[in-house]
């Protein structure tokens, strides 16, 4: 036998596991008996260990002022660092390097386009619903004529139609 394990399997030299013979109490014997490959009892299973509980554990059990093993802080030897190496230098960036030549990034040209394709995206989503909400008004106007009664919320959006207007012609489109 090589090895016990704490369940009470032992570990053959050709590899095969065992339970070992044992006495009951009443003085009768339990026979060996063979373990089955790739079997692992509950007890010989690895629990898992929380980090915190089991330094709080190291701290419980370490040495206290007036044990002998007890070193203050500070007065344990410096564990010595590894040197640092030094980082290589690779030359200029590619930053750098469009700073001496005086040229864009082709990174902020792309950006440069999609901005201003943006900004006429958003000039013509403005000026939709500049052109809708004097659509609306028109309509309150058409209903005023009519004859039809409008709210006060209705009139204010009346007095906006010049207003709308000019913001409209404002973005040139």
Same mark, same amino acid.
Do not use: F
């Given at each position: ?34 373990? /089955? $490959?790739?079997?692992?009892? &509950? @007890? ?5 260990? #929380? ?7 190291? %701290? ?44 864009? /990034? $082709?990174?902020?040209?792309? &950006? @440069? ?5 943006? #900004? ?7 000026? %939709? ?45």
């Amino acid at each position: 036998m090589s090895q016990q394990s704490t369940s009470g399997i032992s570990t053959l030299t050709d590899g095969s596991r065992i339970i070992v013979p044992s006495k009951r109490l009443d003085g009768s014997e339990r026979k060996e008996r063979k373990v /089955r $490959p790739g079997y692992t009892p &509950a @007890e010989d299973v690895c629990h898992y260990q #929380n980090e915190r509980a089991a330094t709080y554990r190291e %701290r419980l059990n370490a040495p206290k002022p007036g044990d002998k093993k007890y070193l203050p802080p500070g007065a344990a030897e410096k564990v010595k660092e590894a040197p640092k190496k030094k980082k290589r230098s690779r030359g200029k960036t590619k930053s750098e390097q469009y700073e001496i030549d005086g040229t864009a /990034r $082709p990174e902020t040209q792309l &950006a @440069e386009a999609e901005s201003i394709e943006d #900004n006429t995206q958003d000039k013509e989503k403005k000026a %939709r619903n500049l052109r809708k909400k004097i659509r609306q008004v028109q309509e309150l106007k058409i209903k005023q004529d009519a004859g039809d009664t409008l709210i006060p919320e209705q009139l204010l959006k009346l007095d906006q139609l010049d207003e709308l207007e000019k913001q409209l012609c404002a973005l040139g489109l």
